[in-house]
């Protein structure tokens, strides 16, 4: 189990340096399929969001769920990577994505301004809170009323927690920071006062919780969740290829 209280500050910033050289080499290599790509008008724009289980560094090479479902499909793609869905979402309506793969479940809301492929995987959204916490634990999402949750910035549950507040009838106080679901999660295993409650897809969670086991993340505050990739309402033929090769995946994808 990792010492949380010896030095924080510079683990924390060993975190950033890896995410950050991370995403530089990302920004500056193309890959379609794991190789190289030329740039051709058929190639896929793809921006997708740096996170634990669905694209990330496993030593030297690219891992996740969604970036093998995407070199599985065999067409090729270039990356574009983004921090959070806000970001992404906005290159697609400029025209400069052509699918954003991040952390946004398919919602009513989210419906009405952009199309879905058919779902990669389910996720559902969870509190996560230290357990050797001085104070109680929460143990039901009803207990989040009047308290402060910390999330990142544009990030879709900042809706979730707003209709969960009016459900359990109490203020949830929302903390917006510009930071990454990652970074907020390590800030709260290492005791920062900072972050003293967030929430996170569990795919998330349950990554980071794994490295910091000081970290619960049993409480769900939203049901099972879609997790799709996006595409700009006018795409629907884009929509109906990728589905036609998702549909052929094995069932592991």
């Not at 930071?179 to 569990?202: C, H, K, Q, W």
């Amino acid at each position: 189990m990792k010492q949380l209280k010896t030095k924080p500050v510079g683990l924390y910033l060993v975190l950033l340096a890896v995410t950050l050289a991370a995403m530089f080499g990302l920004k500056n290599c193309g890959r379609s399929n794991g190789r190289a790509d030329s740039g051709a008008a058929d190639t896929l724009r793809v921006a997708i969001q740096y996170a634990p289980g669905s694209f990330h560094y496993d030593g030297d090479s690219l891992s996740g769920l969604d970036y093998e479902a995407l070199k599985a499909l065999d067409i090729p793609f270039r990356l574009f990577p983004i921090t959070n869905p806000a970001e992404g979402l906005r290159g697609l309506k400029q025209g400069r994505y052509d699918l954003v793969i991040a952390d946004m479940p398919q919602t009513a809301d989210s419906a009405e301004d952009y199309i879905f492929t058919d779902p990669i995987y389910f996720d559902r959204q969870v509190l996560v809170q230290r357990g050797d916490s001085l104070t109680a634990p929460i143990t039901s999402p009803i207990e989040l009323g009047g308290k402060t949750v910390v999330v990142p910035q544009g990030s879709p549950i900042v809706t979730r927690l707003r209709n969960l507040s009016r459900e359990i009838g109490d203020t949830i106080y929302i903390i917006e920071r510009p930071a990454t679901a990652e970074r907020l999660l390590t800030e709260l295993a290492l005791g920062a006062d900072s972050v003293p409650l967030t929430v996170a897809n569990s795919l998330i969670a349950q990554q980071i919780a794994a490295e910091y086991p000081v970290l619960n993340c049993s409480i769900a505050v939203s049901l099972n969740q879609l997790q799709p990739w996006i595409l700009a309402p006018a795409d629907t033929a884009l929509r109906a290829k990728l589905n036609a090769k998702l549909a052929k995946l094995p069932k592991n994808h």
